[in-house]
């Protein structure tokens, strides 16, 4: 169990705010497998002010997925904060995170995400401009620096701290190396270390054991989960259970996997429509199917299914398939 501000969550772990897959589906699917705290994908401030239809939609929030962390970006202090203050009045979501960690060009350009990375001051004007005008908790998730010459994170979380902030995530990375190389734990550690504040590490986490090893060896509240859930909300379960019990469970099996696809799959129709839910579950069965014998072949008969038919009886038939030879 930890608290951001008010908001108490039953475990700690924490699933991240991943762009193009956090929609209200995925994360009431991951909710369902035990996650603490579910992260809604990124929204821009500037299409929250200008009521962008596709922006106020990804402000959706199913109870049933609560508490649950609404995540804004933008690089100028007016339209965040206006932003803000949508979410905080119009949003069922329990905390408002401010991206500074998203390390893509075009976010970066309009000096939001990463860049913030390299301005304590700047972060602590933004945050403290947003704080003052909501209720909901403020929270931030960032990077350890922009590069290797400049790793600000304990200057940052105390900047973030000091202007009101109720927690920060950190992903152990600059934002130079995006998604490569080593995260670096020693960081998270460091900034475990200088605030009072909550600290959720993230990066590098691929089993339970990893997120028991970051916990134990940085001091963190919470550990956070990205790219090892998807299509794997089991990883999730499987860590709770063994962060609670020291037992490690088993992984599901193809049938297990195919059913939990098809509820994720049934779930985007109901806010996208079949058409757009298939065409973005098509990505999201190939994570379900990752490791499964003979997954190639189905990938790229799933890549040409048009309808919720064709990819359900995909899906179904290499299941029943892979049953029966294991039965034989």
């Known amino acids: ?51 962008n239809e596709r922006s ?3 402000l959706y929030v199913d109870e049933r997925e609560k508490p649950l962390s609404l995540q804004i970006f933008g690089g100028n ?12 009045t119009k949003s069922n979501a329990d905390v408002i995170d401010i991206n500074m960690g998203c390390p893509v060009p075009k976010i970066t350009k309009c000096d939001a995400g990463a860049k913030w ?12 401009a947003v704080v003052a005008e909501v209720e909901k908790p403020v929270t931030v998730k960032m990077r350890t620096g922009w590069d ?23 992903h152990g990375r600059t934002r130079v190396q995006m998604y490569e190389g080593v995260a670096d734990w020693d960081i ?31 001091g963190a509240d919470a550990v956070m989960i990205g790219r090892a859930a998807l299509g794997d909300p089991w990883m999730i379960y499987r860590t709770v259970r063994y962060l609670e019990t020291g037992e490690l469970l088993e992984q599901p099996t193809a049938l297990e996997k195919v059913e939990v696809c098809l509820l994720h799959y049934n779930r985007l129709i109901g806010i996208k429509g079949e058409v757009v839910a298939t065409r973005e579950m098509r990505k999201h069965a190939a994570w379900y199917l990752k490791g499964l014998r003979g997954n190639g072949l189905v990938r790229n008969m799933i890549n040409e299914a048009e309808t919720k038919e064709a990819l359900t009886d995909i899906l179904l038939n ?7 030879e294991k039965v034989g």
Do not use: W
């Not at 990375?117 to 403290?128: A, C, F, G, N």
């Not at 959720?200 to 028991?212: E, F, L, R, W």
């Open 1 to 51: 169990m930890f608290k951001i501000d008010n908001i108490t969550m039953n475990n700690r772990v924490v699933l991240a705010p991943m762009a193009g897959v956090c929609n209200s589906a995925f994360r009431l699917t991951v909710k369902e497998f035990g996650a603490g705290l579910v992260c809604a994908e990124m929204v821009s401030d500037k299409g929250i002010v200008l009521e």
């Open 56 to 58: 106020l939609q990804m």
């Open 77 to 88: 202090k007016d339209t965040l904060v206006e932003a803000a203050k949508i979410v905080d």
């Open 117 to 128: 990375l390299l301005d304590p001051d700047k972060i602590y004007e933004m945050v403290s």
């Open 148 to 170: 290797e010459k400049h790793i600000y994170a304990v200057e940052n979380a105390k900047a973030i701290e000091s202007a009101g902030g109720k927690a920060v995530s950190l």
């Open 188 to 218: 998270i550690k460091q900034v475990k270390e200088a605030v009072n504040i909550p600290v959720i590490g993230n990066g590098d986490v691929t089993t339970p054991q990893d997120a028991k090893r970051m916990l134990d060896e940085t």
């Open 318 to 324: 290499y299941a029943q398939r892979l049953s029966e």
